[in-house]
């Protein structure tokens, strides 16, 4: 069955976390006029959609993934009419805008949460999720995903409530039916005003057991509430009553971010029918290590396997096929630059590489994903203590496992930090080599990584074989070339523990690919048979190149007839 052809297919999607973008005031903090200021440089790049992180009114608790006001821009950011005009500006230079839709959860300082914590009868109650405490303690042993319990009781009125994140973020209710009119309104207030769709945010999560039952303890502390809150009983319900009522009376590119989504699940969520979403965030690839040797629970001092990372991806790329639409990424604000986890962030093998993985994702089928600062290769930081921090996710993982339960040393944890650690991906944007990396001509929210004299746009623009002008060449290439979007995928070498090659199929045409995932030589003939069966090269991250063999982290990609 051929895939239907649509826009958000056809197109490369850029994310932006505002924060962390560019700084137009001064104030060190990233705003929607720096966004627009630096418009130019996307549609240079030549993406054509950007992801943008969350900007509406918000405590900043988890920054800005804890709304306070779906209809008002965060002050930090600027105003609704810096916002009208960076949408403006994005459609003339032919960019679409998706915005982030956060509604697993709101802010703690949101109206509808004042009212409903005010009293048990109060008519916003039920827009959240209040237990009576058991046994005078907590519903249940669920785990925070920002650690510490998920329930916060409240004095008032003796109730807990729950937050699968921070205390800030309670959980809304979604089978409360004003809760899914509320939320419907607001996006379609959002649509009217001319955005392109949304990514919305753990929408996996909106519906739970209703049992609430304890989770397995994983760390020794908590119980693991996954099994519980993704792809719970009625989110297909919901997610076809979105659709019915918002998402089907516009043209949008739709992503959910779906924790804990399978294959079979993916295919309800993104199926080709269209009744829900357009695609989804997987996470198996960018989880492998969060079932194996960590230090705890997330945290990691190891990388994945390449085999490891081709038998996940692999597998949604045939299993999808026919049957719903990939999403493909390999870095966002919530993960470690791919260079470092992926790839090599050596000054020796850093640009190629980065090259060679862009290569191996962007000539996959499903829609790509760039992370802003993956065009220029950007690395991870390092944590030199717990000061250097910012994120949430990783202060209130240090005061549990280091401070409170001494389970993990601080040098220990510093070092999975540097592995893993969210606020990797969230140092400011490296635009040159002045100070604060021209993000801010103040004092960044968050240090700018030391190494952006060396990483950063203006070079990357002035050097014809930057990672940036790679990136350009792949997006173009991938306008260009529809059997690169519709081609179907099959796995070759798949028994090679270096090389990851495949070939792509559509119309009588064949696309190969083969990257060297090493930083060593690899024999490898694939490449040359298809040069000899007439093929011509498309792309590779080497201009000279040796028979038989991949070099160190070399990328080949060869167009053909079949
Ligand atoms: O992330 C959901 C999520 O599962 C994250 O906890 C992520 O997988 C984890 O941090 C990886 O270590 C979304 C947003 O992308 C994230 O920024 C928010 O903090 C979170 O939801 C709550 O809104
Ligand atoms: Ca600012």
Redesign the pocket.
């Known amino acids: 069955m051929p895939d239907k052809r649509v826009w958000w297919k056809e197109a490369v999607i850029y994310q932006i976390y505002p924060r962390s973008f560019a700084d137009s005031n001064g104030d060190g903090i990233g705003d929607l006029n720096g966004i627009t200021e630096h418009l130019p440089y996307l549609a240079e790049l030549g993406i054509d959609v950007i992801w943008l992180s969350p900007v509406y009114q918000s405590p900043n608790d988890?920054?800005g993934?804890?709304i306070s006001d779906y209809r008002a821009i965060m002050s930090e950011f600027g105003t609704m009419e810096d916002f009208d005009r960076m949408l403006e500006k994005a459609h003339s230079l032919g960019i679409r805008i998706v915005m982030d839709l956060?509604v697993?959860?709101t802010s703690d300082e949101h109206a509808w949460f004042v009212e409903s914590r005010k009293s048990r009868d109060n008519p916003y109650r039920d827009y959240y999720i209040w237990k009576d405490p058991r046994d005078g303690k907590e519903p249940n042993n669920w785990q925070s995903?920002f650690s510490g319990s998920a329930w916060q009781l409240d004095e008032a009125t003796g109730m807990y409530y729950l937050h699968c994140?921070s205390r800030k973020?309670p959980d809304l209710n979604w089978e409360n039916p004003k809760v899914r009119d509320e939320v419907f309104d607001m996006m379609t207030w959002w649509c009217e005003k001319g955005i392109d769709g949304f990514r919305m945010?753990?929408i996996s999560m909106i519906s739970k057991d209703p049992a609430y039952p304890d989770g397995q303890v994983t760390d020794g502390i908590y119980g693991d509430m996954t099994p519980f809150v993704c792809n719970g009983p009625h989110v297909h319900e919901y997610l076809q009553e979105m659709n019915r009522r918002v998402l089907s009376r516009y043209d949008l590119l739709t992503v959910g971010?779906a924790?804990g989504v399978t294959i079979e699940e993916a295919k309800k969520y993104a199926n080709k029918e269209g009744t829900e979403l357009g695609m989804v965030f997987q996470?198996e690839h960018t989880d492998l290590l969060a079932a194996g040797n960590n230090v705890v629970g997330?945290w990691t001092l190891s990388r994945p396997s390449m085999p490891a990372v081709r038998a996940v991806l692999n597998k949604w790329q045939i299993q999808l096929e026919g049957e719903a639409w990939n999403s493909l990424y390999w870095d966002?604000?919530?993960?470690p630059r791919a260079v470092s986890r992926f790839g090599n962030d050596s000054p020796q093998w850093r640009e190629t590489s980065a090259k060679m993985l862009a290569t191996c994702l962007h000539m996959m089928k499903g829609t790509p994903y760039i992370y802003q600062g993956e065009e220029l290769g950007m690395t991870n930081t390092h944590f030199r203590s717990l000061a250097d921090c910012r994120d949430i996710?990783e202060i209130n993982a240090y005061r549990q496992y280091v401070e409170e339960h001494h389970m993990v040393e601080p040098e220990v944890m510093l070092r999975c930090f540097d592995r893993?650690a969210?606020d990797n991906a969230r140092t400011p944007m490296q635009w040159d080599d002045s100070l604060h990396a021209g993000f801010t001509t103040g004092t960044p929210w968050i240090p700018v990584n030391p190494n952006y004299t060396q990483i950063n746009a203006k070079a990357a623009l002035a050097d014809p074989d930057s990672v940036f002008y790679y990136y350009q060449k792949l997006i173009a290439l991938r306008h260009a070339n529809p059997v690169i979007v519709y081609g179907r995928f099959h796995e070759l070498l798949g028994d090679s523990t270096t090389i990851y090659a495949y070939e792509r199929v559509l119309d009588g045409k064949i696309l190969t690919v083969a990257c060297n995932w090493t930083d060593q030589p690899q024999q490898c003939s694939l490449i040359d048979e298809r040069l000899a069966d007439g093929g011509e090269e498309l792309i590779s991250n080497y201009k000279a190149h040796r028979e038989g063999i991949l070099q160190p982290y070399e990328a080949r990609v060869v167009s053909g007839d079949l």
């Open positions: 988890d920054n993934y804890d956060v697993n959860h995903c994140f973020q945010d753990v971010e924790a996470f997330k966002n604000h919530d993960q996710e893993v969210r």
